[in-house]
């Protein structure tokens, strides 16, 4: 079975805070892509990334990371020094096998000025 | 800018009658097609898949006749919600691209009274 857990339902941080949203997939092939979205409260959801099973290196975009270890079936995704737009719901999905893409449940981010 | 065009963003209408949704790819084509319902403060549930030139593939559960998909080009899906019920409400969401990525509509916020 493939699933994708985001155990975090919400996170609160204040601005200019580092905040990690957690990832945990599972997956029986060995070969699959895991992707970050955003979704603004317009509701449009945004690619922030996407990371094949054979590449397990960190990726860094300005402020923006992500942390893809295998061994432990996770992806987590680092906001460092959060801003008030950083505020929206981040889906982590799985794409394996097949076309269809599972989504975890989302992780609602809130950043206070 | 946007590469999948999704009308209306909202729409609201009386309990009985149908609503149609369109789903434009912009700058690509796309002979498949995706569409997701998401309730408040939940998940991207995939409904259906919409094969350009073909019948659409449903998920379980997905009640095929309520909800009627027509991917007539390239370019074109449409989902149609027929004799709409309150239970109906839902953000629904398409999406089309390829295996590495998937590009998503801005969303149709449903209404039904």
């Known amino acids: 079975a493939q699933k994708v857990t985001q155990a975090q339902t919400e996170i609160s941080v204040v601005e200019k805070e580092d905040v990690t949203l957690d990832c945990v997939y599972e997956t029986r092939d060995t070969t699959y892509y895991l992707f970050w979205y955003k979704q603004p409260p317009s509701g449009e959801l945004v690619f922030l990334i996407r990371?094949?099973?054979?590449?397990?290196q960190n990726e860094i975009s300005g402020r923006y990371s992500w942390n893809f270890q295998k061994s432990t079936s996770s992806f987590n995704f680092t906001i460092t020094a959060s801003q008030v737009v950083d505020s929206a719901v981040y889906f982590c999905a799985l794409r394996a096998g097949t076309y269809k893409y599972i989504f975890g449940t989302g992780t609602r981010l809130k950043v206070l000025a | 800018g946007a590469v999948v065009s999704q009308h209306p963003s909202w729409v609201i209408c009386k309990s009985g009658t149908s609503v149609k949704i369109e789903c434009r790819s912009l700058?690509?084509?796309?002979?498949?097609m995706f569409w997701y319902r998401q309730f408040p403060k939940q998940s991207l549930m995939l409904m259906a898949t919409s094969n350009e030139g073909s019948k659409a593939t449903y998920e379980q559960g997905v009640e095929k006749d309520k909800f009627l998909i027509n991917h007539a080009s390239l370019t074109l899906s449409t989902l149609t919600v027929t004799s709409a019920h309150p239970e109906d409400s839902s953000f629904y969401i398409c999406?089309?691209?390829?295996?590495?990525?998937?590009?998503f509509g801005s969303g149709t916020q449903l209404s039904v009274l």
């Open positions: 990371r094949n099973s054979f590449d397990e």
């Open positions: 999406s089309a691209g390829g295996y590495e990525k998937l590009f």
């Open positions: 700058d690509f084509q796309a002979t498949t």
